[in-house]
C-alpha cells in the first residue's frame, strides 16, 4: 500500500501573556501553591512564600491529519426468512434454494458486498508523554512557521519532542486503519495532509516557603494562563538545536515499524523547508 505524506511543518505559538503578566498571575497563586492542607492549617502569608522564576520555556505538540479511502468486497450470506407454511425450497432467478427443516426456515443467499469507506481523522499530542490534547484554546493563537535548525528564541528555552512523527502517524491510522473484514481490496488510499510540530510556550515558577522547608513547582500555560503543580519542562530543555530529519522521521522503514500492514511505498509530497519558506 502507499501512503502519501504531506507537507511537513514547524510552527510556534505566540503567548497572550507577557513575562509580566505571567509573574503577576503566579504570585496571587502563592495560597493555594502547597495545596488545601496546607492553606487549610498552616495559613502561609504571601510574604512567607517567595516566587522564582524558572523562565520561558516552549514545549513540543504535534498536529496530524489523514484522508482514508477504501474501495472493497466483502463476502456474506444473507439470510431472508421464509413465512409461509409447507414451502419446502424456493426458485431465485433461475436457481432453487432448498430449505433446512428449522423452525424459522430461511434462504441463505451467497453474496458479494461492493463496500466504499472514506473517512477523516484529525489529533493533537503531546510532543513529550504522546497524550491527546484538547487543542481549542490554541486554534486562535497567532503562529509563526518556522525552521528547526535555528529556532533559538531569545531568553527562552526549548524542549525537543520525545514523540517522533513516524509515532504520530502510528497513533493517528490505529492497528487496525484497514478494513479486516475486507475479502478483496481493489482501492486503497491513505493521505497524511498534515504533520505539524507546534511550540507552545509556558512559564515556570518556584513558590518557596523557607520557614517550612518546603517548595513546589508550578508551570502556567503562555497562551491559556491554566496553572498547574508540576515540574517545569525547563529541566529537560535542550541547549543545541533541534533536528528536521531525526524528528520527521518519515522513511518507509521508520513507518513499517509503528504501522502494520506490511511494506509501505511511501510518497512525500513537499519537504519541511518548503513550509517554512511559505
Not at 505566540?14 to 503566579?26: K, Q
Not at 524542549?159 to 497513533?171: L, Q, Y
Not at 491513505?190 to 522547608?213: E, M
Not at 515499524?257 to 523547508?273: F, T
Request: with cysteine.
Amino acid at each position: 500500500m502507499e501512503i502519501d505524506i504531506a507537507e511537513q511543518g514547524a510552527f510556534c505559538l505566540d503567548s497572550a501573556l507577557s513575562a509580566d503578566e505571567a509573574r503577576g498571575r503566579a504570585s496571587a497563586h502563592k495560597g493555594s501553591a502547597f495545596g488545601a492542607m496546607a492553606k487549610l492549617f498552616a495559613r502561609p502569608k504571601d510574604e512567607d512564600i517567595q516566587v522564582e522564576e524558572l523562565g520561558l520555556c516552549y514545549v513540543p505538540m504535534w498536529h496530524a491529519k489523514a484522508h482514508l479511502r477504501f474501495v472493497y468486497d466483502r463476502r456474506e450470506t444473507y439470510k431472508v426468512p421464509i413465512k409461509a407454511a409447507h414451502v419446502k425450497s424456493v426458485t431465485i432467478g433461475a436457481k432453487d434454494y432448498s430449505l433446512s427443516a428449522a423452525s424459522a426456515p430461511a434462504v441463505e443467499l451467497p453474496a458479494v458486498e461492493h463496500c466504499e469507506r472514506d473517512e477523516q481523522r484529525e489529533l493533537w499530542l503531546d510532543g513529550l508523554t504522546s497524550q491527546a490534547m484538547n487543542a481549542q484554546p490554541y486554534l486562535k493563537a497567532g503562529t509563526t512557521p518556522i525552521s528547526l535548525d535555528s529556532f533559538a528564541p531569545e531568553s527562552a528555552k526549548i524542549v525537543a519532542p520525545t514523540v517522533r512523527a513516524s509515532a504520530v502517524i502510528g497513533t493517528l491510522l490505529g492497528k487496525d486503519f484497514r478494513p479486516t473484514d475486507a475479502d478483496e481490496i481493489k482501492e486503497e488510499a491513505v493521505r497524511v495532509d498534515c504533520i505539524d510540530l507546534h511550540f507552545r510556550p509556558t512559564y515556570g515558577f518556584k513558590f518557596v516557603w523557607a520557614a517550612k522547608n518546603k517548595s513546589a513547582d508550578v508551570v502556567m500555560d503562555g497562551i491559556t494562563g491554566e496553572i498547574k503543580a508540576e515540574p517545569s519542562a525547563a529541566s529537560s530543555a535542550l541547549g543545541k538545536l533541534l533536528h528536521p530529519d531525526t524528528l520527521f522521521d518519515l522513511g518507509a522503514e521508520t513507518l513499517n515499524l509503528v504501522v502494520p500492514g506490511g511494506s509501505i511505498a511511501l510518497k512525500v509530497v513537499r519537504a519541511i523547508s518548503d513550509r517554512t519558506k511559505a
